[in-house]
């Protein structure tokens, strides 16, 4: 069963921090894997993709990890400021006959304090 | 980059009334478009496929004939919310195709509110 599960499920931190957030999944054929910030009301915004082949992928203060072997993933905030707070979200998508299919992590709801 | 653009993004209507919510692709065409829903703390939910020139492809427990969806151009697809009841306040969101640069994109969501 093809399932994403994103840990904490919500982390509270100080301004300036750094914090990471952990996302597993079980998910086949796999294509790629992206991670998404949704602002409370808003619309997701994509922040990095990672392919089967890729390591390692940064976006400012944003650096996503991928592990295909163990299939983890893991995004690393550096240096958090207020307007992190938000939730994230683990998105993997696998493909198969041309056709793709999308799995949503639950997201993890950070939220940076002064 | 792929922009889309979802209106209205608040709405409040009376208990029994129908609500349209567009979904656009400003600068792409997406012959395929999805619609969720999203619960207070909690993740989104898929609510149906949209596909251009045919009928739309819903997930397991949601009504078709209260969610209506129209994909009637490459660049639109409306949501419908048919005999709204306050049970079906919600945050509603759209999303297309956007390339592999893009990805996946998102409108801005709309508010429901069903009073």
């Known amino acids: 069963k093809n399932q994403v599960e994103q840990s904490p499920q919500s982390l509270i931190i100080l301004e300036g921090k750094n914090c990471t957030l952990q996302?597993?999944?079980?998910?086949?054929?796999?294509?790629?894997l992206r991670w998404y910030k949704q602002d409370t009301g808003r619309g997701p915004v994509s922040l990095t993709i990672?392919?089967?082949?890729?390591n390692t992928k940064s976006n400012g203060r944003y650096t996503a990890t991928l592990d295909a072997d163990t299939k983890q993933s893991s995004l690393h905030i550096t240096a958090s400021q207020l307007s992190d707070s938000a939730s994230y979200i683990c998105?993997?998508?696998?493909?198969?006959?041309?056709?793709?299919?999308?799995?949503f992590g639950t997201g993890t709801r950070l939220k940076v304090l002064a | 980059g792929a922009v889309v653009s979802q209106h209205p993004s608040r709405v409040i209507c009376k208990s029994g009334t129908s609500v349209k919510i567009e979904c656009r692709s400003l600068?792409?065409?997406?012959?395929?478009m999805f619609w969720y829903r999203q619960f207070p703390k909690q993740s989104l939910m898929l609510m149906a496929t949209?596909?251009?020139?045919?009928?739309?492809?819903?997930e397991q427990g949601v009504e078709k004939d209260k969610f209506l969806i129209n994909h009637a151009s490459l660049t639109l697809s409306t949501l419908t919310v048919t005999s709204a009841h306050p049970e079906d306040s919600s945050f509603y969101i759209c999303?297309?195709?956007?390339?592999?640069?893009?990805?996946?994109?998102f409108g801005s969501g709309t508010r429901l509110t069903v009073v």
């Open positions: 999303s297309a195709w956007g390339g592999a640069a893009a990805g996946y994109t």
């Open positions: 996302c597993n999944y079980t998910v086949s054929p796999f294509s790629n």
């Open positions: 990672m392919t089967f082949s890729e």
């Open positions: 998105v993997v998508s696998a493909v198969a006959s041309g056709t793709y299919k999308y799995i």
């Open positions: 600068d792409f065409q997406a012959t395929t």
């Open positions: 949209s596909n251009e020139g045919s009928k739309a492809t819903y």
